[in-house]
């Protein structure tokens, strides 16, 4: 069983970065994808960015594309998204999610979900 808990969300301006955590309880966090992924109201839930289980190999959305960088530390057991140059469409709440196996980008196949943390960016 993994518990994961996002925190690092909070108010920012446009062109401003944050940087969101995830820990997590797990028995062994290394042999997880973790992935980011974000929501709005009435929406559905939207991939964001994951990572492999080594660390080796990161896949980003477009939209977060060159401003933003998922990295893990499996010792720490903890997964962080550095989100720079910040605008108000990349207002969610964002969630961290895992799973065991290949890396998707559907949440429809993640395991396991934090209970999110709000972003938001003023313009």
């Known amino acids: 069983q993994v518990q994961l808990v996002e925190s690092g969300g909070g108010l920012v301006q446009t062109g401003g970065s944050l940087r969101l955590s995830c820990a997590a309880s797990?028995?062994?966090?290394?042999?997880?994808?973790m992935g980011w992924f974000r929501q709005t109201p009435g929406k559905e839930r939207e991939f964001v960015a994951a990572i492999t289980w080594s660390g080796g190999s990161t896949y980003y959305a477009d939209s977060v594309k060159g401003r933003s960088t998922i990295s893990r530390d499996n010792a720490k057991k903890t997964v962080h998204l550095q989100m720079n140059s910040l605008t108000p469409e990349d207002t969610a709440v964002y969630y961290c999610g895992a799973r065991y196996g290949d890396v998707i980008t559907t949440s429809s196949g993640y395991d396991y979900w934090g209970q999110g943390t709000q972003v938001t960016v003023s313009s």
């Open positions: 797990a028995l062994s966090l290394s042999i997880y994808v």
